[in-house]
């Protein structure tokens, strides 16, 4: 007998009346109309089921401490970075530990299953490692946790100078932290951009890690560090383990050289993250009017062959007041921000945040398919498009076959006469010639 058959679903790739079957945590058969005995047979009424949604570019040690010590008043990235190390004196191991565990348990709720945080090494006492290591043990039964060894201060710039950091660094990864960052645009100028890129990508191909780092995070157009990590990327055989995030300054590149970037970000296999809720409230607040919009290009890198996703980057933080661990929400911005409205752009926007950061974070047996792990979200929404535009409401979310969330659908109850008795804000229901 099956653990569990979802039946009459429709898939990503819009195959509809699909059924999923699971047994022992892994998805055993998918095929349309299946009958089976199963201990729990859902019905899925048409509704959208997917592979659930990951988080490629996180902070979690930050998450949930909007107005510690004090609110960023002005909004901007460099005030951000002030309270942030304003705050840090005071952290403590229970508080970062009770935010990101409430987080997770948002994270869930919003189908959200692998997130890949970043995590503070600039203080010595790994404070912020421990805790989220310890969170990284609590939630492994429901979410995927990766955390990426982050120098906020700049592993050659920060105050207590390049030894110490690159020393704390590297206890960090010592303590189980699996990926290697940087900050290079951070760093005093653009050759110890490049400095530390180099040292940070050999650290991590000597200890056969991945890379995520932050790069050209500005309105800069003269920011070369995304060239630089492709680079050291084909330099060092790190190709498919690299990630650059953010890459706002490509926004305001010139063209020209653009043209000549992007194939050899392509070609050094680097995956890109755009995190658009953060990318759009922070980038081009020096510019008057016209204020660009500060996004990475992605329909373009998309288009040269990059694998690139939208990350969440900041949920109540230093930076960012709002957020919810929503990946819809996201994705909505995603796809507004990089004018991703063509049907096959909006199907990119889904996989931003679902298959793309996949690849990005290396993890096995994902997807809707035989042998992959029961990981899966029930939308209430048609098709990937739909899921966005209403940023559907998740009323199942599964791992390993086991219900972890649940929530009513989200349907309004109507008092008018003449009309219906509610309405979900469905497309079918609209008359069409
Ligand atoms: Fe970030």
Request: proline share 5%; with cysteine; glycine share 8%.
């Amino acid at each position: 007998m099956l653990d569990l058959l979802i039946q009459n679903a429709t898939l990503p790739d819009g195959r509809s009346s699909m059924s999923v079957a699971v047994q022992d945590g892994r998805i055993v058969e998918v095929a349309p109309g299946l009958q089976a005995p199963a201990h729990d047979t859902v019905d899925a009424e048409g509704q959208l089921l997917s592979p659930p949604f990951i988080d490629a570019h996180f902070h979690m040690d930050a998450t949930l401490s909007y107005g510690l010590p004090r609110v960023n008043a002005s909004g901007t990235l460099l005030e951000g970075i002030a309270v942030w190390g304003e705050l840090k004196p005071h952290l403590t191991h229970e508080a970062l530990v009770g935010r990101a565990m409430a987080y997770c348990d948002w994270a869930v709720g919003k189908g959200l299953l692998a997130i890949r945080t970043h995590v503070d090494v600039c203080d010595p006492r790994l404070l912020a490692v421990d805790a989220l290591l310890e969170v990284k043990r609590r939630v492994a039964p429901y979410i995927d946790l990766q955390l990426v060894a982050f120098p906020q201060d700049g592993v050659l710039r920060g105050p207590l100078g390049a030894d110490q950091h690159l020393q704390t660094l590297k206890r960090a990864l010592d303590k189980g932290v699996d990926v290697v960052g940087g900050i290079p645009h951070f760093e005093r100028t653009m050759a110890d951009g490049a400095l530390s890129v180099k040292l940070l990508c050999e650290l991590a191909a000597e200890r056969g890690l991945r890379v995520d780092m932050h790069c050209d995070e500005s309105d800069d157009p003269h920011s070369r560090h995304i060239e630089s990590l492709a680079y050291e990327t084909q330099r060092l055989g790190l190709q498919g383990r690299v990630t650059g995030s953010h890459l706002t300054s490509m926004h305001s590149m010139d063209n020209y050289y653009v043209s000549k970037l992007i194939p050899l970000i392509a070609e050094a296999g680097l995956h890109v993250v755009a995190n658009p809720l953060i990318n759009i409230t922070l980038q081009g607040r020096h510019d008057s009017y016209p204020k660009r919009r500060g996004m990475t290009r992605v329909p373009e890198l998309l288009a040269g062959g990059v694998n690139v996703s939208f990350g969440q980057d900041c949920t109540m933080d230093p930076w960012y007041s709002l957020g919810s661990g929503d990946m819809l929400e996201v994705a909505h911005m995603g796809l507004h921000v990089g004018q991703m409205t063509s049907q096959a752009a909006m199907a990119q926007c889904f996989e931003a945040v679902t298959t793309h950061p996949a690849q990005a974070l290396g993890l096995e047996g994902y997807g809707i398919a035989v042998g992959c792990h029961a990981d899966m979200v029930l939308l209430q929404a048609s098709d990937p498009a739909e899921a966005i535009r209403l940023r559907a409401t998740r009323l199942r979310v599964y791992r390993r076959g086991k219900l972890l969330a649940q929530a009513p659908a989200n349907t309004s109850t109507l008092h008018m006469q003449g009309r219906p008795a509610s309405t979900a804000f469905r497309h079918e229901s609209i008359p069409r010639f």
